[in-house]
């Protein structure tokens, strides 16, 4: 890493570049609450503390990026540092103890819509008409941006990001497998469960052991089972939403056979946040590998992999064929709300500025790329990363300043892509593999299986959302005694006692609400057909 003072020199050539002025760097990482004093706005910001900052460069409030922020955007910035993982809890408590930030910045739009049912969030429309330039001209080139941020009062609470399209969540299959048990890509649910017990019980691998696993049923897997059934709840039928069981037993007996079969591991339900899962497929243990994540994961998780075993070859594949159709489950939505302003926030104007600054195509470029002539340099017209272990180190972690404004013109995905050294043979398989996971999984042939984007998904209102929720969790009860019960707790019995859980639980009030909010929003909502047809340039 070079030395402070150089990053220092480095960061004041490109304020000169970009005919800003006043780098006066104080030599060290910001701490916590330093900041520009003299400014004439001082506000608060949440950021994200992932654990993935490189040893030296600082603290997710306090480091070269924060100074950056500090003295090109004029403004005092204090940020708050949140847990990822814990996101929503920190919050809660902060806003209960009067000391949330001023500008909250958070992807759950359940917990957004919440916030504004409590009345803890603030309009914004005045603050974008009096206030902005910046992103009061993204928000006229992407009205749907608008549309995303408008609450049933008819006001818009939230600030977003266009960052474009790629793929969310994967299916990957070990080739290697499916060629030493002279196997085809499973095609259909059926064929899936065929290929998952096979690689649980025929040895796959060829250590003579039983040691191997069929699939993952932690993480994200369940979320792309339910997806191959289209078993997401609220359907599209018949020009109404309804709430549909056919499908929820449909996926419920598939994980049931799965179960059954001994070909996931019958622990699953202890690993909560599939890291045990990861351990697996790293490990060489897992045939068929469900996963949500970015392209340095999958690079860094691949890379792991053919560590522990240097003949293992993994390939992305569809989502198999059920008898609902072919679908593809969650990818990247490339409208994303992302930020809303505290309704105690003392200085909203100062807010606003800072949301214009982060959204501005030089700050999206330099918190993307870094710095021109230190991290990259231009080659007819496109950014190309000078030295990757260094854009490693001190750039490659800042993706929580870009969660405003635009942030389409090189999306991470291809970002990643890019820097991948093609006369490397794995850099190049992984780039083979990253363009085909494109296709697969952003393809209106095989179209995301809700009728909406999870995250575009309307706000309840807070009696619809209590009940909901507590359905919900009541629900989840019972499938997951159904698929470890075996023959005792049928598929058929377990929906039995869900959909009469739900009836008890007033959930006919929900598909009510669901009903008349569509009946009301069918011509002005962003539905899964209209997100196959937006040109982000």
């Known amino acids: 890493m070079p030395s402070i003072k150089k990053q220092t020199t480095a960061l004041c050539a490109l304020s000169a570049a970009m005919l800003l002025s006043g780098c006066s760097f104080s030599g060290s990482p910001a701490a916590p609450g330093d900041g520009n004093s003299g400014a004439e706005h001082h506000i608060s910001v949440s950021m994200y503390e992932r654990g993935n900052i490189p040893e030296g460069m600082g603290t997710a409030t306090g480091n070269m990026w924060v100074d950056w922020v500090q003295q090109h ?68 080139k992407f009205p749907m941006l608008k549309k995303l941020a408008t609450q049933p009062d008819g006001k818009m609470y939230a600030f977003g990001r266009v960052q474009g399209y790629f793929p969310f969540t994967f299916l990957f299959i070990r080739e290697d497998w499916l060629h030493n048990l002279n196997l085809n890509v499973p095609q259909t649910t059926d064929e899936l469960l065929d290929v998952a017990k096979a690689f649980a019980l025929q040895d796959p691998d060829g250590n003579g052991k039983q040691d191997t696993y069929g699939i993952n049923m932690s993480g994200f897997a369940p979320d792309i089972i339910n997806s191959m059934f289209q078993n997401l709840n609220w359907v599209l039928e018949d020009g109404q939403i309804v709430h549909d069981w056919q499908r929820a037993q449909a996926a419920l007996q598939f994980k049931k056979r799965l179960f059954d079969a001994g070909a996931i591991d019958r622990d699953y339900l202890t690993d909560k946040n599939g890291k045990k899962a990861d351990q697996d497929f790293v490990k060489g243990k897992l045939g068929l590998y469900a996963f949500a994540g970015n392209a340095k994961q999958i690079y860094d998780f691949y890379a792991l992999l053919r560590q522990n075993d240097p003949k293992a070859r993994i390939i992305p594949i569809a989502l198999p064929r059920s008898p609902f159709g072919q679908f593809s489950a969650q990818f990247n939505p490339p409208f994303q709300m992302s930020g809303v302003i505290n309704a105690q926030a003392q200085d909203p104007a100062g807010v606003m500025k800072y949301i214009d600054f982060m959204s501005k195509e030089t700050s999206e470029k330099t918190f993307k790329f870094g710095i021109e002539g230190v991290h990259y340099r231009m080659e007819n017209g496109v ?107 049928s598929a058929e019995q377990a929906v039995q006692d869900a959909r009469k859980a739900w009836e008890q639980g007033n959930g006919s009030k929900v598909e009510l609400w669901y009903q008349e909010w569509y009946r009301q929003n069918k011509d002005k909502w962003v539905f899964t057909k209209d997100l196959y047809n937006i040109d982000i340039k």
Do not use: C
């Not at 204090?78 to 992807?107: C, F, H």
């Not at 929580?400 to 398989?429: I, N, W």
């Open 73 to 140: 955007s004029g403004i005092d910035v204090k940020y708050i540092a949140i847990p990822r993982g814990e996101s929503v809890p920190k919050y809660n408590m902060l806003l209960a103890t009067g000391e949330a930030p001023d500008l909250i910045q958070e992807y759950d739009t359940r917990f957004i819509n919440k916030l504004y049912n409590q009345k803890q969030i603030m309009p914004i429309d005045d603050l974008i008409a009096e206030h902005s330039q910046e992103y009061k001209e993204l928000l006229g």
């Open 383 to 489: 950014p190309v990363t000078l030295d990757k272990a260094k854009y490693d180190k001190e750039v490659s972690w800042l993706g929580d300043f870009r969660t405003l404004g635009a942030q389409y013109h090189m999306t991470e995905y291809e970002k990643y892509k890019q820097d991948l050294d093609l006369s490397q043979p794995f850099d190049k398989e992984v780039y083979e593999l990253l363009n085909r996971a494109f296709e697969l999984y952003i393809s209106p042939q095989r179209p995301y299986a809700g009728f909406t984007l999870d995250r575009y998904m309307p706000a309840l209102p807070n009696e619809i959302e209590f009940i909901n929720s507590d359905n919900e969790k009541a629900i989840q009860d019972i499938w997951n005694r159904a698929i470890l019960s075996g023959d005792g707790y």
